[in-house]
């Protein structure tokens, strides 16, 4: 089966960092996908690992290890706009399928 | 930039009505796909077209059936509507395999 695993909440202070984990185990691997999604919102695109290592991406940094089944994504000097779901999700096969996480919810503080 | 757009953000029926989701994008995306989100359980994916008139079923196909006659334009069809399929419904489109999936605001059903 698929198995993709992320805290459900994570509280942080502004101008903070902050580490949102994803661990997984899936059928299939063709990459890692991390989207944010504002309350009643669409989620949209942060970032896509395919090798391990660290793409860094302004405030937003994502990591993976294929190895571990391991991802993170890193937020730094946090804004209160960074109030939000983040959703970890896996590319298992050529289709396209992704598989999601349930989401972390990220409540940034003044 | 991509634009999915859903036909409606809320949407109320009632039990055993037919009920149709319409999503259409702008970006001669091959690859649509419907999803639905529930608290604590994330996204799920119901059904996913790669070509017109192509589809194959998701993880949680049953209820549920989808029609895609155009390229722009994919439909999810809940042929007897029923209470479980309360929930907040996505529909994304995509262009390759490592490229990401876009997403529509939703469209929040609730079924009474």
């Known amino acids: 089966g698929q198995n993709i695993d992320q805290p459900t909440e994570m509280t942080a202070t502004e101008g903070a960092i902050v580490q949102i984990n994803c661990t997984y185990q899936t059928s299939g691997f063709n990459g890692l996908f991390w989207y944010q999604q504002h309350a009643g919102e669409a989620p949209t695109f942060l970032s896509y690992?395919?090798?391990?290592g660290l793409e860094e991406k302004g405030r937003f940094s994502s990591f993976l290890s294929r190895s571990k089944g391991y991802s993170y994504l890193l937020l730094k000097e946090l804004q209160m706009k960074d109030s939000a779901s983040y959703l970890c999700?896996?590319?298992?096969?050529?289709?396209?399928?992704?598989?999601f996480g349930a989401g972390t919810q990220v409540v940034v503080t003044p | 930039d991509v634009k999915v757009t859903q036909s409606s953000r809320y949407l109320v029926k009632r039990t055993g009505e037919k009920v149709f989701l319409e999503c259409v994008q702008d970006?001669?995306?091959?690859?649509m796909f419907w999803y639905r989100q529930d608290p604590g359980l994330g996204l799920r994916l119901i059904y996913f077209?790669?070509?017109?008139?192509?589809?194959e079923k998701g993880d949680i196909p049953e209820g549920y059936s989808v029609s895609r006659e155009k390229k722009e334009r994919f439909s999810l069809i809940l042929e007897s509507a029923s209470t479980n399929q309360t929930s907040m419904y996505l529909c994304?489109?995509?262009?390759?395999?490592?490229?990401?999936?876009?997403f529509g605001d939703g469209t929040r059903l609730s079924i009474l």
């Open positions: 690992n395919v090798l391990d």
């Open positions: 994304a489109s995509r262009d390759r395999l490592n490229q990401p999936q876009h």
């Open positions: 970006m001669d995306h091959e690859n």
């Open positions: 077209s790669y070509d017109v008139k192509m589809k």
């Open positions: 999700a896996v590319l298992t096969d050529s289709w396209g399928k992704l598989q």
